[in-house]
């Protein structure tokens, strides 16, 4: 094992990595960091990294100038043969950035949804042209992979085409393919009408492939053809081989579990980091907490809340299915009762943003609510509050409970996906643990867990401090997982056909 010896530096991969987003170029939710942020780690491990976007007008174009020109691309579609461009921007060390351009795809419009968001009627193909033109686009470039890492609904076809249509083609004969999925809730499910333009054989659509119930699931294509599948963190890549926690894929992935494996998302340390952040309004690191003190006083006057010696407890949230906010409005009046402030930034389900707003008006001085989308208040909060209430009832990954930590703000949180694997229940007589975990899902649990860190907050300072301080210091960054895809990535290739 030359690879492991000291000194000796493993061979760099070629590794290409296609989505359907990334920051800083365009982001709409969790994927957009991680495809930000991945190949960044990749490269930055002395690897070559391609990454693929999609050119939606809505891509950024102040970060760099994207070259009009490029290899042109030739996709058939249906009976019709569509024209692409493939043009790249060197990010230097090692990262390009290559996008697929294609005006009626994407021209004038954005990933997914129209302005009033409503999904674009041809996204199938839309997204599968996307993937056919990425593999042409590698074929003309002549440059041979080793790993072709894709991500969720929108850019699962690739490893399908890889398995059947390009199976011949020699730039891709040593590369193996790895799908990871960021949401499981998300499938890509299509009328199979349009099967003809997506240029597989009709064989395929078939249960064992492609159909799920009738329809065309190309989440499901991924999972059937790639080499390796990865989730976002160990518990969620349990939980999806069971059928509470599958949407309708669980046997699927159970069929798959010897190539399936979690890998937690990292947090980007420049992005999140106290003791440079500038939306703060003081800074500060493990070693001294003053500044905690200063922010928590801030966030306190800027949402008008009361004085006092009790938590300030927060939530940052969508407020959607699946984040917990039913099981947390019915432990709110208790928790306020007992000295607790409360602050929520959050948006989404019109009847939870209601609620929480009656709520607030009814404890006003105690607990206040800001709806809305909000990054920089997103930072002041995680400065300014000592605990952050984290109820999910699912959670891939989960990324607040990360930048709490490397806030010193202290996670109160269901043992669910990401959040069970980052997350160690406190223990006051060793010192271990970084944050309070309950099991089941109800109000009850949630109350008497914050109930119990509330408890050591007031009666034990000494010790909340020090868990403080060792959550500050928790390497959770990118270069971690980045690590573990790249031992992924190498298992891949020394096992040939798998
Ligand atoms: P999910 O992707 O399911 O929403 P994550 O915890 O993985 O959950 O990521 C959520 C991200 O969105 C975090 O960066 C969080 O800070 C941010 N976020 C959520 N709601 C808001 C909001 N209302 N304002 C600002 N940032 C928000």
Redesign the pocket.
Known sequence: MADKRKGKAAKPLDIVFVSSEARPWVKT??LG?VAGALPEALAAQGNRVRLFLPLYQSVNRALRRIPADGVRIKVPVSARIMEGRASSVDMGGGLEVWFIAQEGYFGGRGAYVDPAGIEYPDNLERFSFFCRAVLEALIIQGEAPDIIHVNDWQTALIPAYLKTTHAGAPVFKRAKSVLTIH?LGYQGLYHPSLWHLLGLSWDLFNPRWMEFYGKINLLKAGLSFADVITTVSPTYAKEIVAPEGGFGLDGVLRHKRRSLSGVL?GIDADEWNPAADQRLAAKYDHRSLEGKEICKKALAAEFKLDEGDGPLLAV???L?D??GMEILLDCLEPLLDLGARFVL???GEKWLERRFLEIAAAWRGSMAVTI????A??HRIQAGADMLLVPSRY???????M?SLAYGTIPVVRAAGGLNDTIHQYDPATGKGNGFKFEEYSSEALLSKTLEAMKIYSGERGKWNKMVRSGMREDNSWGRSAKTYLKLYRQALASGDL
């Open positions: 939710g969790g960091d949401n998302n940052v949230s969508r959607a699946g984040k930034l959050g948006s809305g989308f909000d990054e208040l997103s959670e891939p990954c989960g990324l607040t409970q930048y």
